[in-house]
């Protein structure tokens, strides 16, 4: 199994500004995704992170919105840029153990609860 | 939209009786997954269905398998205070290459009472 730690688990934030949220895993993984879930919705899939490459984003979501870094192998950061209050969402981190080709579960951190005032 | 359905979406029921959740989804799939979530916390994976496979069981869970009608329900059997939460299904598509995405159903909140 896997243990995500994510922060800030919540935060309150002004218009304009921008967050960036921590993953930190507890063993090495190839790939790391993040995912938003707008209030009462599902989660959709933001960016594919790998380690040492760019991440590779989902339709609708830009890098210069969303920049993502991977150092390393256990650590990733989500930026939410220029926020505004449509941002107001839970933002997810998820790993898979192996090579994350699906086929095993995906393990995801507590979250970080976001609102843009 | 590859998002897959869920219903429904809000199911209330008393402890001691079965829950059932039903998703549908849109594309051929590699497996499906299904998750559940309390009160907007980080998900859990409860369990692994494969294409290849029509039934699976995990203690007091039960999943089905369609893929001729690409549907899958879960059962809770028994189902307790504790179970109250969202849950999810999710699909992992076929011939998604390098990188597996998992595609969520749009969720069942489940309320269980005493």
């Known amino acids: 199994s896997a243990v995500i730690s994510q922060k800030p688990s919540r935060d309150i934030c002004q218009r304009g500004t921008s967050l960036t949220i921590q993953c930190q895993v507890d063993s090495q993984v190839t790939m790391m995704f993040w995912y938003r879930q707008q209030p009462g919705q599902s989660l959709t899939l933001i960016a594919t992170a790998n380690q040492g490459s760019e991440a590779t984003y989902e339709s609708g979501f830009v890098i210069d919105k969303f920049p993502i870094s991977r150092p390393n192998l256990t650590f990733s950061t989500l930026t939410v840029s220029n926020m505004s209050p449509e941002d107001s969402s839970i933002y997810l981190c998820?790993?898979?153990?192996?090579?994350?080709?699906?086929?095993?579960?995906?393990?995801f951190g507590q979250g970080t609860r976001l609102t843009v005032v | 939209s590859q998002q897959g359905e869920e219903d429904p979406q809000a199911l209330s029921i008393q402890e001691g009786e079965n829950a059932t959740m039903n998703c549908s989804y849109k594309t051929s799939i590699n497996n499906l997954q299904w998750y559940r979530q309390n009160s907007g916390r980080g998900l859990v994976h409860l369990i692994l269905i494969r294409s290849n496979e029509r039934e699976k069981h995990s203690g007091r869970l039960r999943v089905t398998l369609d893929t001729s009608k690409k549907s899958s329900s879960l059962l809770i059997t028994a189902s307790r205070a504790a179970d109250t939460a969202s849950y999810f299904c999710a699909t992992v598509r076929m011939g998604t290459g390098t990188a597996s995405k998992l595609t969520f159903g749009t969720g069942t909140r489940l309320q269980v009472t005493l």
């Open positions: 998820s790993v898979e153990l192996g090579q994350g080709f699906g086929n095993t579960e995906a393990f």
